[in-house]
Protein backbone atom coordinates (compact mmCIF):
# COMPACT_ATOMS: atom_id res chain seq x y z
CA UNK A 1 0.00 0.00 0.00
CA UNK A 2 0.78 3.40 -1.03
CA UNK A 3 0.54 6.51 0.33
CA UNK A 4 0.65 9.70 -1.82
CA UNK A 5 0.14 13.50 -1.63
CA UNK A 6 -1.82 14.53 -4.95
CA UNK A 7 -3.23 17.81 -6.39
CA UNK A 8 -6.51 19.15 -4.27
CA UNK A 9 -8.49 19.26 -7.55
CA UNK A 10 -7.91 15.58 -7.55
CA UNK A 11 -8.31 15.31 -3.77
CA UNK A 12 -11.67 16.54 -4.19
CA UNK A 13 -12.86 14.60 -7.21
CA UNK A 14 -11.93 11.53 -4.82
CA UNK A 15 -14.27 12.45 -2.11
CA UNK A 16 -17.05 13.91 -3.82
CA UNK A 17 -17.13 10.66 -5.73
CA UNK A 18 -18.19 9.03 -1.80
CA UNK A 19 -14.81 7.86 -0.96
CA UNK A 20 -16.07 4.28 -2.76
CA UNK A 21 -13.59 1.56 -3.74
CA UNK A 22 -14.26 -0.15 -7.14
CA UNK A 23 -15.20 -3.62 -7.15
CA UNK A 24 -12.37 -6.20 -7.58
CA UNK A 25 -14.01 -8.20 -10.20
CA UNK A 26 -14.41 -6.08 -13.45
CA UNK A 27 -13.71 -2.08 -12.46
CA UNK A 28 -10.59 0.15 -13.09
CA UNK A 29 -8.40 1.13 -9.73
CA UNK A 30 -9.81 3.64 -7.49
CA UNK A 31 -8.05 5.75 -4.71
CA UNK A 32 -9.92 6.07 -1.54
CA UNK A 33 -8.77 8.45 1.34
CA UNK A 34 -10.19 11.48 3.48
CA UNK A 35 -9.87 15.50 3.69
CA UNK A 36 -10.15 17.60 6.58
CA UNK A 37 -10.49 21.39 7.38
CA UNK A 38 -9.04 23.27 10.10
CA UNK A 39 -10.84 25.44 11.36
CA UNK A 40 -14.43 24.51 9.94
CA UNK A 41 -15.29 28.03 9.40
CA UNK A 42 -13.51 30.88 8.38
CA UNK A 43 -13.93 34.45 7.91
CA UNK A 44 -13.59 35.66 3.97
CA UNK A 45 -10.75 36.30 2.38
CA UNK A 46 -8.90 33.94 4.78
CA UNK A 47 -8.13 29.68 4.22
CA UNK A 48 -8.71 26.78 6.10
CA UNK A 49 -5.83 24.51 6.61
CA UNK A 50 -6.36 21.33 4.60
CA UNK A 51 -5.34 17.88 5.34
CA UNK A 52 -5.48 14.78 3.50
CA UNK A 53 -4.79 11.26 3.44
CA UNK A 54 -4.58 8.98 0.02
CA UNK A 55 -4.59 5.56 -0.31
CA UNK A 56 -3.77 3.34 -3.41
CA UNK A 57 -4.49 -0.08 -3.39
CA UNK A 58 -2.05 -3.02 -3.90
CA UNK A 59 -1.07 -4.12 -7.46
CA UNK A 60 -1.92 -7.76 -7.64
CA UNK A 61 1.97 -8.34 -7.74
CA UNK A 62 2.78 -6.43 -4.63
CA UNK A 63 1.12 -9.24 -3.10
CA UNK A 64 1.89 -12.59 -5.15
CA UNK A 65 4.50 -13.77 -8.20
CA UNK A 66 2.82 -15.16 -11.24
CA UNK A 67 5.29 -18.24 -12.51
CA UNK A 68 4.65 -18.96 -16.33
CA UNK A 69 2.39 -20.65 -17.19
CA UNK A 70 0.35 -20.18 -14.17
CA UNK A 71 1.82 -20.85 -10.75
CA UNK A 72 0.66 -18.05 -8.31
CA UNK A 73 2.77 -17.63 -5.12
CA UNK A 74 2.00 -15.16 -2.04
CA UNK A 75 4.40 -13.20 -0.93
CA UNK A 76 1.95 -11.54 1.72
CA UNK A 77 -0.55 -13.80 3.59
CA UNK A 78 -3.80 -13.47 1.12
CA UNK A 79 -7.36 -15.11 0.69
CA UNK A 80 -8.34 -15.91 -2.71
CA UNK A 81 -11.58 -15.57 -4.11
CA UNK A 82 -12.78 -18.20 -6.91
CA UNK A 83 -15.87 -17.82 -9.37
CA UNK A 84 -16.22 -19.53 -12.71
CA UNK A 85 -16.47 -17.08 -15.60
CA UNK A 86 -16.81 -19.50 -18.79
CA UNK A 87 -17.04 -23.23 -19.40
CA UNK A 88 -17.67 -23.33 -22.90
CA UNK A 89 -16.54 -26.48 -24.34
CA UNK A 90 -19.39 -27.91 -26.90
CA UNK A 91 -20.62 -31.04 -28.52
CA UNK A 92 -21.48 -30.93 -32.05
CA UNK A 93 -23.27 -32.55 -34.79
CA UNK A 94 -22.29 -31.90 -38.10
CA UNK A 95 -23.85 -33.16 -41.86
CA UNK A 96 -22.07 -34.26 -44.56
CA UNK A 97 -20.97 -31.01 -45.79
CA UNK A 98 -19.20 -29.97 -42.42
CA UNK A 99 -22.36 -27.58 -41.49
CA UNK A 100 -23.28 -27.70 -37.83
CA UNK A 101 -26.61 -29.03 -37.23
CA UNK A 102 -26.86 -29.14 -33.74
CA UNK A 103 -24.74 -28.60 -30.56
CA UNK A 104 -24.80 -28.48 -26.48
CA UNK A 105 -22.96 -27.75 -23.47
CA UNK A 106 -20.28 -30.73 -22.16
CA UNK A 107 -19.99 -30.74 -18.46
CA UNK A 108 -16.36 -29.42 -17.44
CA UNK A 109 -14.54 -29.68 -14.31
CA UNK A 110 -12.15 -26.84 -13.02
CA UNK A 111 -9.88 -28.38 -10.41
CA UNK A 112 -7.42 -26.27 -7.84
CA UNK A 113 -3.96 -27.28 -6.35
CA UNK A 114 -3.60 -25.71 -2.97
CA UNK A 115 0.48 -25.50 -2.70
CA UNK A 116 1.52 -28.56 -4.33
CA UNK A 117 -1.56 -31.03 -3.42
CA UNK A 118 -3.50 -33.00 -5.64
CA UNK A 119 -6.10 -31.31 -7.33
CA UNK A 120 -9.88 -30.94 -6.23
CA UNK A 121 -12.80 -29.79 -7.76
CA UNK A 122 -14.28 -26.66 -7.44
CA UNK A 123 -16.35 -26.56 -10.24
CA UNK A 124 -18.48 -29.03 -12.28
CA UNK A 125 -21.21 -27.72 -14.50
CA UNK A 126 -22.27 -26.66 -18.68
CA UNK A 127 -21.70 -23.43 -19.28
CA UNK A 128 -25.38 -21.97 -18.93
CA UNK A 129 -24.99 -22.96 -15.34
CA UNK A 130 -22.17 -20.99 -15.02
CA UNK A 131 -23.05 -17.52 -12.13
CA UNK A 132 -19.76 -15.33 -12.80
CA UNK A 133 -20.98 -13.87 -9.41
CA UNK A 134 -20.49 -17.26 -7.47
CA UNK A 135 -17.55 -17.81 -5.10
CA UNK A 136 -16.75 -21.55 -5.71
CA UNK A 137 -13.75 -21.57 -3.39
CA UNK A 138 -12.03 -19.71 -0.79
CA UNK A 139 -8.37 -20.46 0.03
CA UNK A 140 -5.92 -18.85 2.70
CA UNK A 141 -2.24 -18.38 1.29
CA UNK A 142 0.11 -17.82 3.51
CA UNK A 143 3.80 -16.27 2.65
CA UNK A 144 5.26 -18.90 0.10
CA UNK A 145 2.36 -20.81 -0.24
CA UNK A 146 0.71 -21.39 -3.59
CA UNK A 147 -1.83 -22.14 -6.28
CA UNK A 148 -2.99 -23.68 -9.62
CA UNK A 149 -5.68 -24.40 -11.52
CA UNK A 150 -6.71 -27.38 -14.33
CA UNK A 151 -9.31 -28.17 -16.34
CA UNK A 152 -11.02 -30.91 -18.11
CA UNK A 153 -14.61 -31.61 -19.51
CA UNK A 154 -16.60 -35.10 -19.82
CA UNK A 155 -18.21 -35.97 -22.92
CA UNK A 156 -19.90 -39.36 -23.62
CA UNK A 157 -18.90 -40.36 -19.69
CA UNK A 158 -15.55 -40.57 -20.86
CA UNK A 159 -12.87 -37.70 -19.33
CA UNK A 160 -10.34 -35.55 -21.81
CA UNK A 161 -6.83 -35.33 -20.68
CA UNK A 162 -6.93 -32.70 -17.97
CA UNK A 163 -4.73 -29.51 -18.62
CA UNK A 164 -2.96 -27.38 -15.73
CA UNK A 165 -0.93 -24.06 -15.09
CA UNK A 166 2.27 -26.21 -14.10
CA UNK A 167 2.09 -28.89 -16.92
CA UNK A 168 0.68 -26.72 -20.06
CA UNK A 169 2.87 -23.58 -21.20
CA UNK A 170 0.43 -23.65 -24.31
CA UNK A 171 -3.11 -24.27 -23.26
CA UNK A 172 -3.08 -22.52 -20.00
CA UNK A 173 -2.69 -18.78 -19.65
CA UNK A 174 -2.61 -16.95 -16.39
CA UNK A 175 -3.35 -12.65 -16.65
CA UNK A 176 -3.72 -9.69 -14.51
CA UNK A 177 -5.00 -6.05 -15.27
CA UNK A 178 -3.78 -4.78 -18.17
CA UNK A 179 -2.39 -7.62 -20.00
CA UNK A 180 -3.61 -8.29 -23.53
CA UNK A 181 -5.53 -12.01 -24.23
CA UNK A 182 -4.05 -13.91 -27.31
CA UNK A 183 -5.96 -13.03 -30.47
CA UNK A 184 -7.89 -16.30 -31.12
CA UNK A 185 -10.71 -17.73 -33.48
CA UNK A 186 -13.96 -19.24 -32.44
CA UNK A 187 -15.09 -23.12 -32.97
CA UNK A 188 -18.41 -24.03 -33.75
CA UNK A 189 -19.89 -20.39 -33.20
CA UNK A 190 -18.63 -20.03 -29.51
CA UNK A 191 -18.77 -16.47 -28.23
CA UNK A 192 -15.38 -14.97 -28.56
CA UNK A 193 -12.71 -14.30 -26.31
CA UNK A 194 -13.92 -10.22 -26.46
CA UNK A 195 -17.85 -11.01 -26.03
CA UNK A 196 -17.50 -14.07 -23.39
CA UNK A 197 -15.43 -11.86 -20.77
CA UNK A 198 -16.59 -8.49 -22.22
CA UNK A 199 -16.88 -6.79 -18.73
CA UNK A 200 -13.49 -7.52 -18.43
CA UNK A 201 -11.86 -5.81 -21.54
CA UNK A 202 -11.37 -2.20 -21.61
CA UNK A 203 -11.28 -0.82 -25.31
CA UNK A 204 -8.15 -1.37 -26.36
CA UNK A 205 -8.92 -5.09 -25.74
CA UNK A 206 -6.53 -5.54 -22.64
CA UNK A 207 -7.68 -7.23 -19.67
CA UNK A 208 -9.82 -5.08 -17.54
CA UNK A 209 -9.58 -6.34 -13.99
CA UNK A 210 -9.34 -5.30 -10.37
CA UNK A 211 -5.74 -4.44 -8.42
CA UNK A 212 -5.35 -7.96 -7.10
CA UNK A 213 -7.13 -10.16 -9.85
CA UNK A 214 -5.66 -12.91 -11.69
CA UNK A 215 -7.52 -14.57 -14.76
CA UNK A 216 -6.89 -17.98 -16.23
CA UNK A 217 -7.57 -18.84 -19.88
CA UNK A 218 -7.79 -22.14 -20.66
CA UNK A 219 -7.81 -24.72 -23.98
CA UNK A 220 -8.91 -28.29 -23.31
CA UNK A 221 -10.02 -29.35 -26.71
CA UNK A 222 -6.94 -28.40 -28.67
CA UNK A 223 -2.96 -28.37 -28.23
CA UNK A 224 -2.18 -27.20 -31.81
CA UNK A 225 -1.77 -23.21 -31.58
CA UNK A 226 -2.38 -22.69 -35.15
CA UNK A 227 -5.66 -24.35 -34.80
CA UNK A 228 -9.13 -22.66 -35.66
CA UNK A 229 -10.32 -24.21 -32.52
CA UNK A 230 -7.61 -23.43 -30.27
CA UNK A 231 -9.28 -20.09 -28.85
CA UNK A 232 -8.48 -20.19 -24.70
CA UNK A 233 -12.56 -19.78 -23.55
CA UNK A 234 -12.84 -23.30 -22.74
CA UNK A 235 -12.81 -22.91 -19.14
CA UNK A 236 -12.44 -19.35 -17.73
CA UNK A 237 -11.43 -18.57 -13.92
CA UNK A 238 -11.24 -15.28 -12.04
CA UNK A 239 -9.11 -15.10 -8.93
CA UNK A 240 -9.56 -12.42 -6.21
CA UNK A 241 -6.59 -11.60 -3.82
CA UNK A 242 -7.58 -10.04 -0.71
CA UNK A 243 -5.52 -9.32 2.59
CA UNK A 244 -6.19 -11.45 5.81
CA UNK A 245 -7.68 -9.80 8.77
CA UNK A 246 -5.47 -9.03 12.05
CA UNK A 247 -6.79 -11.57 15.05
CA UNK A 248 -9.56 -9.92 16.64
CA UNK A 249 -10.17 -7.57 13.76
CA UNK A 250 -13.39 -6.90 12.79
CA UNK A 251 -12.48 -7.80 9.17
CA UNK A 252 -12.59 -11.67 10.46
CA UNK A 253 -16.32 -11.56 10.11
CA UNK A 254 -18.27 -10.23 6.87
CA UNK A 255 -21.40 -9.41 4.37
CA UNK A 256 -23.00 -8.66 7.96
CA UNK A 257 -26.97 -8.80 6.88
CA UNK A 258 -30.40 -7.83 9.13
CA UNK A 259 -33.57 -8.47 8.21
CA UNK A 260 -37.13 -8.69 9.81
CA UNK A 261 -39.93 -11.01 8.92
CA UNK A 262 -42.50 -12.89 10.68
CA UNK A 263 -41.87 -11.00 13.57
CA UNK A 264 -38.45 -12.32 14.17
CA UNK A 265 -34.87 -10.27 13.82
CA UNK A 266 -32.34 -12.20 12.18
CA UNK A 267 -28.44 -11.10 11.67
CA UNK A 268 -25.71 -13.06 10.07
CA UNK A 269 -22.47 -12.51 9.74
CA UNK A 270 -19.68 -14.68 7.59
CA UNK A 271 -16.42 -15.46 8.61
CA UNK A 272 -13.67 -13.64 5.80
CA UNK A 273 -12.40 -17.37 4.94
CA UNK A 274 -16.45 -17.70 3.34
CA UNK A 275 -16.32 -21.17 5.31
CA UNK A 276 -18.31 -19.75 8.71
CA UNK A 277 -21.70 -18.45 9.83
CA UNK A 278 -22.30 -16.49 12.97
CA UNK A 279 -26.01 -16.27 13.27
CA UNK A 280 -28.03 -14.01 15.86
CA UNK A 281 -31.68 -13.12 16.60
CA UNK A 282 -34.34 -11.56 18.92
CA UNK A 283 -35.77 -14.95 19.65
CA UNK A 284 -34.46 -18.62 20.28
CA UNK A 285 -32.22 -20.33 17.19
CA UNK A 286 -34.61 -23.30 15.92
CA UNK A 287 -32.98 -24.28 12.66
CA UNK A 288 -30.07 -23.47 10.21
CA UNK A 289 -29.54 -24.43 6.86
CA UNK A 290 -26.07 -23.29 5.25
CA UNK A 291 -25.49 -23.39 2.03
CA UNK A 292 -22.68 -23.86 0.15
CA UNK A 293 -21.01 -23.45 -3.51
CA UNK A 294 -21.14 -26.47 -4.65
CA UNK A 295 -25.00 -26.35 -4.17
CA UNK A 296 -25.62 -28.41 -0.97
CA UNK A 297 -27.09 -27.83 1.85
CA UNK A 298 -26.54 -28.71 5.54
CA UNK A 299 -29.01 -28.38 7.91
CA UNK A 300 -28.59 -27.42 12.11
CA UNK A 301 -31.21 -28.15 14.18
CA UNK A 302 -32.27 -28.79 17.78
CA UNK A 303 -30.93 -25.23 18.62
CA UNK A 304 -31.00 -23.33 21.49
CA UNK A 305 -30.06 -19.63 22.72
CA UNK A 306 -29.99 -16.57 20.54
CA UNK A 307 -26.81 -17.28 18.58
CA UNK A 308 -24.69 -19.73 17.11
CA UNK A 309 -21.65 -20.12 14.81
CA UNK A 310 -21.74 -23.13 12.22
CA UNK A 311 -19.08 -24.69 9.68
CA UNK A 312 -19.94 -27.05 7.42
CA UNK A 313 -19.12 -30.73 8.73
CA UNK A 314 -18.24 -33.92 7.45
CA UNK A 315 -18.30 -34.15 3.55
CA UNK A 316 -19.40 -30.31 3.71
CA UNK A 317 -16.01 -29.12 6.20
CA UNK A 318 -14.07 -26.58 4.14
CA UNK A 319 -16.62 -25.68 2.13
CA UNK A 320 -17.53 -21.85 0.66
CA UNK A 321 -20.75 -20.75 2.14
CA UNK A 322 -22.81 -18.86 -0.15
CA UNK A 323 -25.52 -18.54 1.72
CA UNK A 324 -27.58 -19.19 4.75
CA UNK A 325 -31.42 -19.84 6.26
CA UNK A 326 -31.60 -18.95 9.33
CA UNK A 327 -35.11 -20.29 11.64
CA UNK A 328 -36.43 -18.35 14.78
CA UNK A 329 -39.41 -17.45 15.79
CA UNK A 330 -42.39 -17.21 13.34
CA UNK A 331 -39.82 -16.10 10.39
CA UNK A 332 -39.75 -17.55 6.83
CA UNK A 333 -37.81 -18.13 4.09
CA UNK A 334 -37.91 -14.18 1.47
CA UNK A 335 -36.99 -16.49 -1.51
CA UNK A 336 -37.76 -19.71 -3.79
CA UNK A 337 -36.00 -23.06 -3.29
CA UNK A 338 -35.76 -23.22 0.76
CA UNK A 339 -36.06 -26.31 2.47
CA UNK A 340 -39.11 -27.68 4.37
CA UNK A 341 -39.26 -25.23 7.74
CA UNK A 342 -36.65 -22.74 7.01
CA UNK A 343 -36.54 -19.07 8.49
CA UNK A 344 -34.71 -15.80 6.96
CA UNK A 345 -32.46 -16.30 4.06
CA UNK A 346 -28.86 -14.48 4.41
CA UNK A 347 -26.75 -14.26 1.03
CA UNK A 348 -22.99 -14.26 1.87
CA UNK A 349 -22.32 -11.43 -0.19
Known amino acids: MQTRKLPLALLL ?22 LSAFPNIVQAGTHPQLTWNVTLPAAVLDVVTITSP ?31 TSWSWVPTEALLSFNGGSYTRVFYNT ?24 GRYNHNDSWSSMRTSTNSANTVRALKHGDTPPTTTPLYQQPTIESFILPYLDANGKMKLGPRDVVYLMELTHTDTSHGGFDLQDLVVLCTFRDVPAPGSAGEWINRTTVSNGGTT ?19 LSNVNLRFADGTIQKFDGLTGKTGTFLGTGSNSGKVIVGAWIKSGSNFSQISGAPSGAGTWHSNG
Not at 13 to 30: D, F, H, I, K
Not at 70 to 90: C, E, F, N, P
Open 13 to 34: SLLLSGNARSQQTNAPVMPVGT
Open 266 to 284: TTAEFSAARTGLKATSDKN
Open 70 to 100: GTVTATKSQYVDVRILGASVKAVTTNNSGQV
Open 127 to 150: NNNVNQNTIVATRQLNVGQRIDFG
